[in-house]
């Protein structure tokens, strides 16, 4: 499969770039700065240059086109100030949502949080992330041109993975390794029967492609 990755030089997604390169997919990674197109080649993917805080949807659909699934990993990151949890956690979900549609991608996987919500109250910048990430996993929701899956992990470590979760509708809170994220992603992208499911992520007991099976069973 050829796969696009937004965010594409973040930790989760640099992770996920060396799984699919390793299984022999052809990955795509957009990213804002060309000094970080040396980690992506280096995961095994091609870097392409594109802000999608400032892209129109024709130029990320030119990325898009082509491919067989896509996959939003971008976040504006701690300390970005609450106007980018607009612009990045939501807007560009939506803008590359829009895109993949232009382009004719069906698949489209998102790195959502968990306790995303729209409806979310506080002043604080993580409170400001939650609303825009619910607003976003609202706005593909609701969208019938996208065969979409969100994935709402836990509380990230860098612990090495486990390969080990616990992946349902609800899982209550937990932490869960970036290692075992990126598995579970890459399983989902395998997986077209877990479309139309928004699935919480915690550190578990249960295999990951076991856990992703029966998720896609129920």
């Not at 030089?9 to 990955?27: M, N």
């Not at 919500?117 to 506080?122: A, M, N």
Request: proline letters at 4%.
């Amino acid at each position: 499969m050829r796969i696009v990755i937004a965010g594409g030089h973040g930790q989760i997604a640099l992770r996920l770039e060396r799984l699919l390169s390793a299984g022999g997919h052809e990955v795509v990674g957009v990213i804002r700065s060309p000094e970080q197109a040396t980690a992506l080649r280096e995961a095994g993917a091609e870097p392409v240059v594109l802000d999608l805080e400032s892209a129109g949807v024709d130029e990320v659909a030119e990325v898009l086109r082509g491919a067989d699934a896509a996959v939003f990993a971008a976040g504006a990151g701690p300390g970005s100030g609450i106007p980018r949890k607009d612009t990045v956690d939501r807007g560009a979900a939506v803008l590359f949502a829009d895109a993949a549609e232009r382009a004719g991608v069906r698949r489209y996987v998102v790195v959502s949080s968990m306790g995303a919500d729209s409806g979310h109250r506080g002043d604080g910048q993580f409170d400001a992330y939650l609303r825009a990430k619910g607003a976003a996993d609202d706005d593909i929701r609701a969208r019938d041109g996208l065969d979409w899956t969100i994935l709402r992990p836990g509380a990230l470590t860098d612990d090495a993975g486990t390969g080990l979760v616990r992946l349902t509708a609800s899982t209550g809170r937990g932490p869960v390794p970036r290692d075992d994220v990126a598995a579970v992603l890459s399983e989902l992208l395998d997986t077209p029967a877990t479309a139309g499911l928004t699935l919480e992520l915690i550190g578990g007991s249960v295999p990951v492609a076991v856990a992703v099976r029966d998720i896609a069973g129920n």
